[in-house]
């Protein structure tokens, strides 16, 4: 790795601050991400800011049927808060089933969806939940902030502080995860609020997560016995050697049944 050097303040100002007055820096959390980017020479930054000791970034709480949830909150926090199990269990769950131990207990939950990797399980989650991403500038919302692989609306030096989940009636996460590394080669997050049906798709998709709205709509018209279509040339996935997008789209169908019958 290229030499920099590393701060790590103790407010969310100081951060915010440190960035702007840095003309080379970069953030850093969980670093899941950041520290293989380096690595691989594909990031070399000046300064890296440790985001760790800010309490602020931290914490979860449900009030008003909204799951608040600190960005700089481990996987495994979520995983074991009883208050996420008691108002979304799918969210404590998918946390348990990210990777390994050894990241559920060092990656963030901010980290993971800051970065729109298109292998992450939370940001399935995001988006068929329709959360709120908080950021120390303003508020965005779920179908705003995806814009791409690897790429979101956060601007430069933009901090994600918190995500803020709606409570849903009922949800469920199911993946297929790489056999090496935990990650997801296709992952369904499928939300219901009242007569509406969100499908979320991680893992597959070549610009990142994406919505599976014909699923929704045969759902919402006919419930979760419908046909729910998965055609994978209809749908933006990739198509590599190792999980062709056949392979892909026939993973997302099996996974929509299996979350729908976890409901």
Do not use: Q
């Not at 930054?45 to 979860?60: C, F, M, Q, S």
């Not at 939950?109 to 399935?124: C, E, K, T």
């Not at 990739?238 to 729908?260: M, T, V």
Request: proline share 6%; net charge negative; charged share 15%.
């Amino acid at each position: 790795m290229n030499t920099f050097d590393i701060i790590r303040p103790g407010t969310l100002a100081d951060a915010v601050t440190a960035y702007r007055n840095h003309g080379d820096a970069m953030y850093l959390s969980g670093g899941m991400t950041l520290v293989p980017s380096l690595k691989a020479h594909l990031a070399a930054p000046g300064l890296l800011i440790d985001l760790t000791a800010i309490t602020e970034l931290l914490g979860i709480s449900h009030e008003d049927d909204v799951l608040r949830i600190g960005a700089l909150t481990r996987f495994a926090d979520v995983a074991a808060s009883s208050t996420v199990a008691a108002a979304i269990p799918a969210l404590a769950a998918m946390a348990g089933l990210v990777a390994d131990r050894h990241v559920r207990n060092r990656g963030t939950l901010g980290g993971s969806v800051a970065n729109n990797d298109p292998a992450a399980d939370f940001p399935a989650a995001v988006l068929a939940l329709g959360a709120t991403l908080v950021t120390d500038r303003r508020r965005i919302a779920a179908e705003a902030y995806f814009t791409g692989l690897f790429e979101t609306a956060l601007e430069e030096g933009e901090i994600l502080a918190a995500l803020e989940f709606p409570v849903p009636d009922a949800a469920a996460y199911a993946k297929h995860p790489h056999p090496a590394s935990g990650y997801a080669v296709a992952g369904v997050f499928v939300a219901r609020f009242g007569a509406d049906w969100r499908v979320a798709v991680t893992g597959s998709g070549a610009e990142g997560v994406f919505r599976l709205t014909a699923a929704e709509a045969a759902m919402i018209a006919g419930g979760p016995a419908a046909t729910i279509p998965v055609a994978h040339a209809d749908l933006p996935l990739f198509d590599d050697p190792a999980f062709p997008a056949p392979f892909r789209a026939a993973a997302i169908g099996w996974l929509l049944s299996e979350a729908l019958g976890a409901l």
